[in-house]
């Protein structure tokens, strides 16, 4: 019975081993392209018709203590920069905090109008899109990234 436990507790580690030298960083880069790509988009619209981004920033979006252009211009600044840092796992962290930050403030901004089974599910992509920053805010861009090449090639350390 004994010798069994050890067997399958050691099939495990391998298992394990296995799913984090190869698995983990790939599910960590498609999360960081999914992630990047949605905020990208969507500062990708604002930009096409700044004159109805400034409007639903003054009319739908209330973004506190900021006058609505200038939320508009660091709302989609926000969503134009971050993701692009995010995308490549440049300061990785450091954009998906950024995008956390933008986040926040959607949810915020349009926290009034959340009566609508819509705007509900609305909400819900906020919170999955808020969980996978935190998870990459916490456990780093992977190892499929310009910061793990940089670790690894300037200071001789493995990601």
Known sequence: ?????????AIGQKASALLECYFAPIADLVVRLYIANVFFSSGLTKIQDWDTTVFLFTEEYHAPLLPPNVAAFAGTAGELVFPVLLALGLAGRFGALGLF????????????????????????????WGLLLVTLIAHGPGKLSLDALIQRFVCGKKA
């Open 101 to 128: 930050g933008v986040n926040v403030m959607a949810v915020i901004s349009y926290w009034h109008v959340l009566g609508t089974p819509e705007q509900a599910a609305g909400l819900t992509q906020h919170i999955l």
């Open 1 to 9: 019975m004994n010798a069994i436990l050890t067997r399958t507790l």
